[in-house]
């Protein structure tokens, strides 16, 4: 393994301290990057750690200070906006630094959630059907759609915004919460068709031939019959909420031989119809029938050791080092100027 200087980008408060002794590193919001950042160094590469506030400026200083080979690429956002992240990415590629991570029209095309689906649908990929209601706008009477129906923001990730009360069964409520969607989260909101059925999720790791990981599922164990199993917020973040209710993540258990693979490429094809790169997370609806629906793609999924893409990972043997190491390698590979 050739020793690389590493330039890891993240937001300047989500910087982990020098001296953690004492500090409980499992839970803080700098897990992540603490995790990748110590990683890396223990596997003996140079790291240099560089936080991003308002100003990118702070970037070609240390890269003419350290001559680094490759950023690892933290970012989830620039001055707060989730869809600004892709810019730091086209920073990079016009400083003709190598970065790990998707390439910034991948991260347009699946941010968008419509514009997801619109691709997908082309591609003759299973996707619910939808319909955007902008800001400003009250949601037309569905006649496409049938009830129940879920409504997201149309751009925000991480299951931002989603609760219980996402999932609609009337035209009242879905006004109501398209208006949620509107004034507290101030985005666009997206109708979704929902799809009763499993919450599964695909990783997918490479440029030009990417491969997939096992199919991971979240299981909600012991959730009342009362209440949709979906990935709200409380259930990704909140510990006490996940105990409550049994939920955890693991390998997927498919009723058919050969599903597996089946959905792995699929997540693959959607992968590449968004043209993704470097690592990403295909999140998918096993419905009663069998039947696989893409619900989102994510570029450049959340990367902590023992979350769900690293644990996929390691399903297959592939240690959390290696890991790191595939998605360094991936980034060097990747050519901007060449891509498409």
């Known amino acids: 393994m050739k020793k690389l200087r590493v330039l890891a980008l993240m937001h300047d408060?989500?910087?982990?301290?020098?001296?953690?002794?004492?500090?409980?590193?499992?839970?803080?919001?700098?897990?992540?990057?603490?995790?990748v950042t110590n990683t890396l160094a223990a596997m003996g590469h140079d790291v240099y750690?560089?936080?991003l506030g308002a100003e990118v400026g702070v970037v070609r200083d240390t890269m003419a200070e350290v001559r680094p080979h490759l950023a690892f690429n933290?970012?989830?956002?620039?001055?707060?906006?989730?869809t600004f992240d892709q810019n730091v990415v086209s920073h990079l590629e016009l400083l003709r630094l190598r970065y790990t991570g998707c390439n910034p029209r991948g991260m347009i095309l699946s941010r968008d959630k419509a514009l997801t689906k619109k691709i997908l649908s082309y591609e003759g990929l299973p996707t619910p059907a939808s319909v955007v209601v902008p800001v400003g706008r009250r949601p037309p009477r569905p006649t496409t759609l049938t009830y129940p129906l879920i409504v997201k923001s149309l751009t925000q990730d991480a299951s931002y915004g989603i609760s219980q009360a996402s999932v609609v069964t009337n035209d009242a409520k879905?006004?109501?919460?398209?208006?949620?969607?509107?004034?507290?989260?101030?985005?666009?909101?997206?109708?979704?068709?929902?799809?009763e059925g499993r919450?599964?999720?695909v990783g997918v790791i490479g440029n030009g031939n990417p491969r997939a990981f096992p199919v991971w599922e979240m299981k909600f164990t012991t959730m009342p019959n009362s209440l949709y199993r979906i990935a709200?917020?409380?259930?990704?973040?909140?510990?006490p909420y996940q105990s409550k209710h049994g939920i955890r993540c693991g390998s997927a258990r498919l009723p058919r031989r050969g599903m597996a693979e089946s959905i792995q490429q699929l997540a693959i094809r959607t992968f590449r119809a968004l043209q993704m790169n470097g690592y990403g997370r295909i999140d998918i609806r096993l419905d009663a029938a069998g039947q696989p629906w893409v619900l989102e793609a994510n570029a450049n999924p959340q990367l902590a050791y023992g979350e769900d893409f690293a644990e996929s990972a390691h399903h297959v043997g592939v240690s959390y080092e290696a890991l790191l190491q595939q998605i360094l390698d991936a980034g060097l590979q990747w050519k901007a100027d060449k891509a498409g």
């Open 74 to 82: 933290l970012m989830e956002a620039f001055h707060e906006v989730g």
């Open 199 to 201: 919450e599964l999720y």
């Open 13 to 35: 408060y989500l910087v982990p301290p020098d001296d953690v002794r004492g500090v409980d590193v499992v839970t803080p919001r700098w897990k992540t990057e603490y995790d």
């Open 232 to 239: 709200t917020a409380r259930v990704k973040w909140s510990t």
């Open 174 to 195: 879905l006004s109501e919460r398209v208006a949620y969607v509107h004034d507290g989260l101030a985005t666009d909101a997206i109708v979704e068709q929902y799809i």
């Open 49 to 51: 750690t560089v936080g």
